[in-house]
């Protein structure tokens, strides 16, 4: 992204066109940008724009509000009273006075604008602060412009892990880094043993400077060293400062402890800060060592790189080295590093970029809401503006200048908006508790959320200029209106058709935007509800899930993790409550990966860089039938299937696909892996089943035994006869009487695992929902005002037409056809900007297309019926219209 | 006008300060000089209108600087006090100083 250097160019632009010419004005844009750089040097360009910005608006509406004695030729007693500033201040509170007065005289209407400001004002609020908190605000370690993040770059695209040994090439050929650093692609678990009871935690492996790369230190003890990689040297860990709390009850005397990390001793060596949370939720950081299986050969890509840039060194200059010396290690290594380059992007974007759809649609959102909001105001006050042209026709007779008036109406509406910014603001402190809520954890600074001193600027700015902006318009119509054709008796309708014209176009102009705004929200809730639909391939219903990891020490050989699993299955399958219960090594939906290089055995690729791979998971018996399966031919994985038996494999319909078009894959062999190929035999074909989420596509699967291809870590699949979570203390107790060495994470029924899988899509819908929601009853509100008002100037006409006779079915007509032209139009409008816009949320879709037929013709007959329901109110009031009062009205 | 007309409050202080600043009598050294002297914290807008009002009575003057880049080309305007203003600033503060005549031993009491 290039960088701007001066202030933003808009705001100059508008600060240019009030400010006076010439040096004068020179000398003003001068000092302001003198004094932008000033703030941008402390807070960063976020803040200093927003500073900006404030100033620039600021200064526009000193510069506009009409000088104290300056252009109208007054008598000099008047003209020096005016140039005294607290005569101006006193009118001023005059104003306010008055104003408030005024609207509390007509506590209906003034709630209702009120509360339209604090939707439109507290929802803006909200959004901003979350993208201040989310995308302006620094990264919590030193000088982060530095840090960058490298991933794999191929002609598919970046964003694959580097290989580790590629990594240490980079680290040791590159200049341009202060450190390169790596740290693992995805996180682990590990067994905690010694000191306590054993358990699950979270665990990461990095190289050695990842800790100096980003520039933390330990709270406690000290950092790796760099002799901690080599093969044969001490194994050491550091541990986070909530594990070191919840396990130690932070005692210093940790460091130097040794712990067991999956039945390794390993030294404890220091201990992270409190604020140190990378990545998300890491417990224990271990060094990348050089036997690590992760990083000992150059083909496994399981790394990414952390860099922090030297001072003088752009991310552009660092990516034209780290491609050189890619260039150089494909030519030296042509095997496994054809197309594959290091691709580096900012540290921060890294971060915050799988965040970014949710909040651009967010941002959209709550900017219709508030232009939505706006204009119905502004339809209001055009309306209010019209009752009491009478009031201000006597004030204007009176003496008042249009000039006081215009500052009157202002005033006015600036009040309304600042209290209901005020109120806003109470809205927006309850939202952003609702984003915390349901916003991905692991978003930057999404903790931090909260109104800040910014914030309160923001929304004491943007109650300000709404405010004028929304009162200039009725306040020029109705400062400038004729006395003494207000004043005369028994005026029409006819001579205010101007203002009735400009709520027309507001009316349509609401009805455009939530239009857009609910076909949005529809294309998300059909998408979700696609989502919803879609077959995991296996019955989630009743079905509970838990994670066992089997630690080293107990556990030393095939023999006893096979006894384990063996008697764990039959175990559970006793106990009443259980249909079925199996283990696979990794949850469907919960965890994908885990691929492994395949080919048929008849049919041996011809070149290496060919192969393909398949998913390879280990399971018990029984696992098919816990998760419901369909076993489509042969059969299942079995308990003659042990580790001296032939190795088997149960494949599923994608890899027939793949491997087996219209043939019988039963009795054929598939080999695995290149380096030390092995065959196995395939004995039974069964259903595919979705690996790393709903909007996957099914990808050829392969399902050995475990007892032929062992796994430390298992997950538990136990169909149930009632709900799932009841027999939660009943699966721990049976691992438990097995073995209370064993840990027992991650239990969950298999739904709210599918649930956690879509709660982003599920955070996007609602919000846009309720968004559209908001919109739709403003515009609701806002057609309904106009007719009414419309009904009400017309009290008299209908009266008599009524009187003579006019059916009811008319007068109904007449009003219904005025509001149904608005919302015609308004729809017409609205679906060309849907079509216009919603390719904007063409990435959060799923299965839906951004013009899909049924959400947008379901969504303008759902306004519309909305619509009719707001005209119907005031149509029918009209038709009950009687000749007497119709005629007491003047 | 054969008397100046009198200033006020803040006019006064904004002349003050021109005059304790010199040559460093620019915009944004006036608005920090009265937060820090007189505690006196005002927008800029307000300020600026004040110098274009001052200005348009003939009381101050100004000349600009060279533009730096810093300043995105713009010039500074450095602002002195012309003959009148002092005139103006010693009648208005000589009314003040004449009605305060016996009156320091309320005037300063401690508080």
């Given at each position: 992204?290039?960088?701007?250097?001066?202030?933003?160019?808009?705001?100059?632009?508008?600060?240019?066109?009030?400010?006076?010419?010439?040096?004068?004005?020179?000398?003003?844009?001068?000092?302001?940008?003198?004094?932008?750089?000033?703030?941008?040097?402390?807070?960063?360009?976020?803040?200093?724009?927003?500073?900006?910005?404030?100033?620039?608006?600021?200064?526009?509406?000193?510069?506009?509000?009409?000088?104290?004695?300056?252009?109208?030729?007054?008598?000099?007693?008047?003209?020096?009273?005016?140039?005294?500033?607290?005569?101006?201040?006193?009118?001023?509170?005059?104003?306010?006075?008055?104003?408030?007065?005024?609207?509390?005289?007509?506590?209906?209407?003034?709630?209702?604008?009120?509360?339209?400001?604090?939707?439109?004002?507290?929802?803006?609020?909200?959004?901003?602060?979350?993208?201040?908190?989310?995308?302006?605000?620094?990264?919590?370690?030193?000088?982060?412009?530095?840090?960058?993040?490298?991933t794999r770059r191929s002609s598919q695209g970046a964003g694959g892990f580097v290989s580790g040994?590629?990594?240490?090439?980079?680290?040791?050929?590159?200049?341009?880094?202060?450190?390169?650093?790596?740290?693992r692609g995805f996180e682990l678990s590990?067994?905690?043993?010694?000191?306590?009871?054993?358990?699950?935690?979270?665990?990461?492996?990095?190289?050695?400077?990842?800790?100096?790369?980003?520039?933390?230190?330990?709270?406690?003890?000290?950092?790796?060293?760099?002799?901690?990689?080599?093969?044969?040297?001490?194994?050491?860990?550091?541990?986070?400062?909530?594990?070191?709390?919840?396990?130690?009850?932070?005692?210093?005397?940790?460091?130097?402890?040794?712990?067991?990390?999956?039945?390794?001793?390993?030294?404890?060596?220091?201990?992270?800060?409190?604020?140190?949370?990378?990545?998300?939720?890491?417990?224990?950081?271990?060094?990348?060592?050089?036997?690590?299986p992760w990083a000992s050969s150059r083909g496994p890509q399981n790394w990414?790189?952390?860099?922090?840039?030297?001072?003088?060194?752009?991310?552009?200059?660092?990516?034209?080295?780290?491609?050189?010396?890619?260039?150089?290690?494909?030519?030296?290594?042509?095997a496994t590093n054809t197309d594959r380059?290091?691709?580096?992007?900012?540290?921060?974007?890294?971060?915050?970029?799988?965040?970014?759809?949710?909040?651009?649609?967010?941002?959209?959102?709550?900017?219709?809401?508030?232009?939505?909001?706006?204009?119905?105001?502004?339809?209001?006050?055009?309306?209010?503006?019209?009752?009491?042209?009478?009031?201000?026709?006597?004030?204007?007779?009176?003496?008042?200048?249009?000039?006081?008036?215009?500052?009157?109406?202002?005033?006015?509406?600036?009040?309304?908006?600042?209290?209901?910014?005020?109120?806003?603001?109470?809205?927006?402190?309850?939202?952003?508790?609702?984003?915390?809520?349901?916003?991905?954890?692991?978003?930057?600074?999404?903790?931090?959320?909260?109104?800040?001193?910014?914030?309160?600027?923001?929304?004491?700015?943007?109650?300000?200029?709404?405010?004028?902006?929304?009162?200039?318009?009725?306040?020029?119509?109705?400062?400038?209106?004729?006395?003494?054709?207000?004043?005369?008796?028994?005026?029409?309708?006819?001579?205010?058709?101007?203002?009735?014209?400009?709520?027309?176009?507001?009316?349509?102009?609401?009805?455009?935007?939530?239009?857009?705004?609910?076909?949005?929200?529809?294309?998300?809730?059909?998408?979700?509800?696609?989502l919803?639909?879609v077959d995991p391939g296996f019955d989630a219903?009743?079905l509970?899930t838990?994670e066992?990891a089997?630690?080293?020490?107990?556990?030393?050989?095939s023999?006893?993790l096979t006894?384990?699993y063996?008697?764990?299955v039959?175990?559970?399958?006793?106990?009443?409550?259980?249909?079925?219960?199996g283990a696979i090594s990794r949850l469907p939906i919960a965890s994908g990966g885990g691929d492994y290089p395949v080919y048929p055995e008849e049919n041996p690729p011809a070149d290496p860089s060919e192969r393909s791979s398949a998913i390879a998971r280990s399971i018990t018996p029984g696992y098919f039938d816990a998760m419901r399966v369909p076993l489509l031919s042969g059969r299942a994985v079995d308990a003659n299937d042990t580790g001296d038996a032939p190795p088997v494999v149960v494949v599923d319909e994608a890899l027939v696909r793949r491997y087996y078009p219209d043939q019988n894959p039963l009795g054929k062999n598939l080999v695995l892996g290149f380096r030390e190929p092995r065959s196995v035999q395939i004995v039974g074909v069964v259903g595919e089943v979705l690996a790393s989420s709903l909007n996957d596509v099914p990808y050829p699967t392969m399902y050995f035994s475990v007892e032929q291809w062992q796994q430390r870590t298992m997950t538990l699949a136990?169909?149930?006869?009632?709900?799932?979570?009841?027999?939660?203390?009943?699966?721990?107790?049976?691992?438990?009487?097995?073995?209370?060495?064993?840990?027992?994470?991650?239990?969950?029924?298999m739904?709210?695992v599918i649930?956690?899988s879509?709660?982003?899509?599920?955070?996007?819908?609602?919000?846009?929902?309720?968004?559209?929601?908001?919109?739709?009853?403003?515009?609701?509100?806002?057609?309904?005002?106009?007719?009414?008002?419309?009904?009400?100037?017309?009290?008299?006409?209908?009266?008599?037409?009524?009187?003579?006779?006019?059916?009811?079915?008319?007068?109904?007509?007449?009003?219904?056809?005025?509001?149904?032209?608005?919302?015609?139009?308004?729809?017409?409008?609205?679906?060309?900007?849907?079509?216009?816009?919603?390719?904007?949320?063409?990435?959060?879709?799923f299965e839906?297309?951004?013009?899909?037929?049924?959400?947008?013709?379901?969504?303008?007959?759902?306004?519309?019926?909305?619509?009719?329901?707001?005209?119907?109110?005031?149509?029918?009031?009209?038709?009950?219209?009687?000749?007497?009062?119709?005629?007491?009205?003047? | 006008?054969?008397?100046?007309?009198?200033?006020?409050?803040?006019?006064?202080?904004?002349?003050?300060?021109?005059?304790?600043?010199?040559?460093?009598?620019?915009?944004?050294?006036?608005?920090?000089?009265?937060?820090?002297?007189?505690?006196?914290?005002?927008?800029?807008?307000?300020?600026?209108?004040?110098?274009?009002?001052?200005?348009?009575?003939?009381?101050?003057?100004?000349?600009?600087?060279?533009?730096?880049?810093?300043?995105?080309?713009?010039?500074?305007?450095?602002?002195?006090?012309?003959?009148?203003?002092?005139?103006?600033?010693?009648?208005?503060?000589?009314?003040?100083?004449?009605?305060?005549?016996?009156?320091?031993?309320?005037?300063?009491?401690?508080?």
């Amino acid at each position: 992204m290039s960088r701007r250097d001066g202030p933003p160019p808009v705001a100059e632009k508008l600060l240019r066109r009030t400010i006076p010419t010439g040096l004068r004005g020179h000398s003003i844009l001068g000092d302001l940008q003198e004094e932008y750089r000033l703030v941008m040097g402390r807070r960063g360009t976020g803040l200093a724009d927003i500073w900006y910005w404030f100033n620039a608006i600021l200064l526009s509406v000193q510069y506009s509000l009409p000088t104290d004695g300056g252009r109208h030729r007054r008598s000099h007693a008047v003209a020096r009273r005016a140039t005294n500033r607290a005569n101006t201040m006193e009118s001023l509170l005059h104003d306010v006075r008055f104003s408030a007065r005024n609207l509390f005289k007509r506590p209906g209407f003034t709630i209702v604008v009120m509360a339209t400001f604090a939707v439109g004002i507290g929802g803006t609020v909200a959004m901003f602060s979350a993208i201040n908190a989310v995308f302006l605000r620094p990264l919590p370690y030193q000088d982060p412009d530095q840090l960058v993040f490298g991933t794999r770059r191929s002609s598919q695209g970046a964003g694959g892990f580097v290989s580790g040994q590629d990594y240490l090439d980079y680290r040791e050929q590159s200049d341009a880094f202060q450190s390169l650093a790596t740290i693992r692609g995805f996180e682990l678990s590990a067994t905690v043993t010694g000191d306590g009871a054993a358990e699950r935690v979270s665990e990461q492996m990095a190289s050695t400077e990842l800790f100096a790369t980003l520039r933390v230190a330990p709270a406690l003890g000290r950092d790796f060293v760099k002799a901690e990689e080599k093969a044969d040297a001490d194994r050491v860990v550091m541990l986070s400062y909530g594990f070191w709390q919840r396990r130690f009850g932070g005692e210093g005397d940790v460091i130097g402890r040794t712990l067991g990390v999956d039945g390794q001793p390993h030294i404890v060596v220091g201990v992270m800060p409190s604020e140190f949370d990378f990545p998300k939720g890491t417990e224990i950081w271990r060094p990348m060592r050089e036997d690590t299986p992760w990083a000992s050969s150059r083909g496994p890509q399981n790394w990414f790189v952390v860099g922090r840039l030297k001072e003088d060194a752009t991310i552009v200059q660092a990516q034209e080295q780290v491609d050189v010396i890619g260039a150089r290690l494909e030519e030296e290594y042509p095997a496994t590093n054809t197309d594959r380059r290091l691709h580096l992007t900012s540290f921060h974007e890294r971060l915050v970029s799988r965040a970014r759809p949710m909040f651009l649609v967010f941002t959209g959102a709550v900017g219709l809401v508030l232009l939505i909001a706006c204009a119905n105001v502004a339809g209001l006050l055009l309306a209010r503006g019209v009752t009491r042209s009478s009031e201000l026709a006597v004030r204007s007779a009176l003496g008042a200048s249009r000039g006081r008036l215009l500052r009157q109406l202002l005033t006015e509406s600036v009040l309304l908006a600042t209290s209901g910014g005020a109120l806003g603001l109470m809205l927006t402190f309850w939202l952003l508790r609702v984003v915390k809520q349901f916003a991905p954890p692991d978003v930057p600074g999404i903790r931090e959320l909260g109104i800040d001193g910014t914030a309160l600027v923001i929304a004491l700015g943007l109650s300000v200029v709404t405010g004028l902006l929304v009162g200039l318009l009725p306040a020029l119509k109705s400062a400038s209106s004729d006395v003494s054709q207000n004043l005369s008796p028994g005026r029409g309708a006819s001579e205010r058709s101007s203002a009735t014209g400009l709520r027309g176009a507001l009316v349509v102009g609401q009805v455009t935007l939530s239009l857009v705004l609910l076909i949005g929200a529809g294309l998300l809730m059909r998408s979700f509800l696609q989502l919803q639909s879609v077959d995991p391939g296996f019955d989630a219903d009743r079905l509970l899930t838990a994670e066992v990891a089997l630690p080293r020490d107990g556990y030393p050989s095939s023999q006893e993790l096979t006894q384990f699993y063996r008697t764990i299955v039959s175990d559970l399958n006793a106990r009443p409550g259980v249909m079925a219960a199996g283990a696979i090594s990794r949850l469907p939906i919960a965890s994908g990966g885990g691929d492994y290089p395949v080919y048929p055995e008849e049919n041996p690729p011809a070149d290496p860089s060919e192969r393909s791979s398949a998913i390879a998971r280990s399971i018990t018996p029984g696992y098919f039938d816990a998760m419901r399966v369909p076993l489509l031919s042969g059969r299942a994985v079995d308990a003659n299937d042990t580790g001296d038996a032939p190795p088997v494999v149960v494949v599923d319909e994608a890899l027939v696909r793949r491997y087996y078009p219209d043939q019988n894959p039963l009795g054929k062999n598939l080999v695995l892996g290149f380096r030390e190929p092995r065959s196995v035999q395939i004995v039974g074909v069964v259903g595919e089943v979705l690996a790393s989420s709903l909007n996957d596509v099914p990808y050829p699967t392969m399902y050995f035994s475990v007892e032929q291809w062992q796994q430390r870590t298992m997950t538990l699949a136990v169909r149930t006869t009632a709900q799932p979570t009841t027999f939660t203390n009943t699966l721990r107790a049976a691992v438990r009487d097995l073995d209370p060495n064993v840990p027992v994470a991650k239990v969950a029924s298999m739904r709210s695992v599918i649930s956690d899988s879509v709660s982003q899509p599920r955070t996007t819908t609602l919000f846009l929902g309720g968004f559209a929601t908001v919109a739709l009853l403003l515009a609701a509100l806002g057609l309904y005002g106009v007719l009414a008002y419309f009904v009400n100037q017309r009290t008299r006409e209908i009266g008599i037409r009524i009187a003579l006779g006019a059916a009811h079915g008319k007068v109904l007509g007449l009003v219904l056809r005025r509001g149904l032209l608005l919302v015609g139009v308004g729809v017409a409008l609205g679906i060309g900007g849907a079509v216009a816009t919603t390719r904007f949320l063409q990435s959060l879709l799923f299965e839906v297309g951004t013009t899909d037929l049924l959400t947008f013709a379901g969504v303008s007959l759902l306004l519309t019926l909305v619509a009719v329901a707001a005209c119907a109110i005031p149509a029918w009031r009209a038709t009950r219209v009687d000749l007497l009062t119709a005629l007491r009205v003047e | 006008m054969a008397t100046p007309a009198f200033l006020g409050q803040f006019e006064q202080m904004v002349l003050l300060s021109l005059l304790q600043l010199g040559d460093e009598a620019h915009a944004i050294s006036i608005r920090r000089h009265l937060a820090e002297r007189a505690n006196h914290r005002i927008t800029r807008g307000a300020l600026y209108r004040t110098l274009d009002r001052l200005d348009a009575k003939g009381y101050v003057d100004w000349e600009t600087d060279e533009p730096t880049p810093e300043r995105g080309g713009y010039a500074r305007r450095r602002f002195h006090v012309t003959k009148n203003g002092l005139a103006a600033l010693r009648a208005s503060q000589k009314a003040i100083d004449q009605l305060r005549r016996g009156l320091d031993a309320v005037l300063r009491k401690p508080s």
